[in-house]
């Protein structure tokens, strides 16, 4: 029996207008069942789909599962430390890459590029331009807040290539890179994932379900062990290869409602 939803949102969830259709947010509504959402983004780039989805408040599952949050409580949380963000940064400056760092509420670029830009756009959140030596200064000097949720390389597919091969070589061990894109490496912490942050959350939010009783949506390789793990694991049409092998039911495209109309026809809405 279904007693949960968690969701993945780009590529899963959202529209060909990377927002939430009439059709999705009706379904939601219609369900009285507990509705997570579990996303690579920073907290700010989910609120405006929770309001959307009528779930404000509900916890979250932010930066690939190194935060999860309940309104302003932290209920699990890893990080990158100082020196490897330090580390980070200088291998993606050095491949000629646009750095992006993250912490909680915090997004801090060197520059508004077309990259930022294009993620300002597709999560309606502003980051705060300064120079990438000033937020090492920054972390190195708040150390006490924790280290770095995530960082992003974003930039031309040679370069990224470059940057991969030596941040894996040399930082492998003690973060966890992802190639979400050819021109975007997400980096998080050793450890990060969605079903482990999931559990954090049953455990501390719901003790009464266990993962058998939860259906997750997702499309991309970071979505794959939680797939595999959860009592009804679903893939969109649009995934990725080995997530449609990993997960136990398929769904429609991302684009055509693919959540929405595996939801109506298994929960009979």
Known sequence: MIQLIATDIDGTLLDENRFISERTASVFKSVDLPKI????????????????????GAPMICYNGALVLHQDERLYEISIAYDEIKALADIGRSSHLHVAIYRDQEWFVPVMDHWSKREEHNTRVTPQVQPTDETLSYFKDTQEKGGAHKVMFMGEEKDMDVAFAKAEHILGNKVHLYRSKNTYTEITPKGTSKKVALEKLLQANYPQI???????????YNDTEMLAAVGYGVAVENARKEVLEAAGYHTGHHKKDGVAAWLSAHLKI
């Open 37 to 56: 959402l579990i996303s690579a983004r920073m907290p700010q780039a989910m609120y405006y789909l929770q309001e959307a989805l009528d779930i404000q």
């Open 210 to 220: 266990k993962l058998s009783g939860v259906a997750a949506f997702g499309d991309n």
